[in-house]
């Protein structure tokens, strides 16, 4: 069953300049979706536009539901969760105060508590730093924080940008085996925007290539990574 889908859609920053022309996308419930491309090609872009973050046109429903017009706190609501590149932890709180923030629209705060165990279940690492200010964690414990955050929130679709970016190797194999067991623990869909093309598709089920801000290239992830001349031209080779 589709989640997310995106038809025709089109988007530009406040200074009018076009980064997508006609994106289509769709996300399954529960499955994971590898965005792929060269820097610029337009997935962090579409990532924001999702999230309401930019102008946009065309059409864009979440289960169903039309939310192009919708304000980005409001596509929240609905139960879509983004990490952006570069963490966006609030580096002045405390890990355990971050993790409470994303939690902040809940009522059901027994389940609340729960959701705090398996976060702290799933990175093990943030156990010891919940008194530390976000801003003094390292960088690997800052991308745990701000994915645990999101699913403070209990979403239903998790979009994540480039997750390894700035990470030691093996704290990315250590980011991205959390990643790989939030699908069947959380059940949860994610779109994934990673340079790693190998590690995103790895985990993925469905993946989409872009290039300067349009589809290139769609399919399942297996096939796009065993295909030879989509991996010279689009994946590093």
Not at 65 to 81: M, N, P, Q, V, Y
Request: charged share 20%; hydrophobic share 45%.
């Amino acid at each position: 069953m589709s989640l997310l889908e995106l038809r025709g859609v089109h988007a530009s920053y406040s200074d009018g300049g076009q980064v997508l022309h006609g994106v289509d996308l769709t996300v399954q419930e529960g499955g994971v979706t590898a965005l792929l491309g060269a820097n610029g090609a337009g997935k962090t872009s579409t990532l924001r536009a999702v999230s309401g973050m930019l102008r946009r046109g065309g059409s864009l429903r979440f289960d169903g539901r039309e939310i192009t017009s919708l304000r980005t706190d409001e596509i929240a609501r609905l139960g879509i969760a983004h990490v952006p590149q570069g963490r966006g932890t609030l580096t002045g709180l405390s890990a355990l105060d971050n993790l409470r923030v994303g939690s902040a629209r809940r009522r059901d705060r027994r389940e609340v508590e729960r959701d705090l165990e398996r976060c702290l279940n799933l990175f093990p690492r943030l156990r010891q730093r919940l008194g530390s200010t976000a801003g003094n964690l390292s960088g690997g414990e800052q991308q745990m924080l701000a994915i645990a955050r999101a699913l403070m929130s209990r979403p239903r679709l998790l979009l994540l940008d480039e997750p390894s970016l700035g990470l030691a190797p093996k704290i990315t194999v250590e980011v991205f085996e959390a990643i790989a067991g939030l699908r069947a623990e959380w059940s949860l869909a994610i779109v994934i925007v990673e340079q790693n093309a190998d590690l995103a598709l790895g985990m993925a089920q469905q993946a989409v290539v872009l290039e300067s801000g349009r589809v290139a290239i769609a399919g399942t992830a297996a096939a796009l990574a065993g295909n030879d001349d989509v991996r010279q031209a689009y994946l590093g080779g």
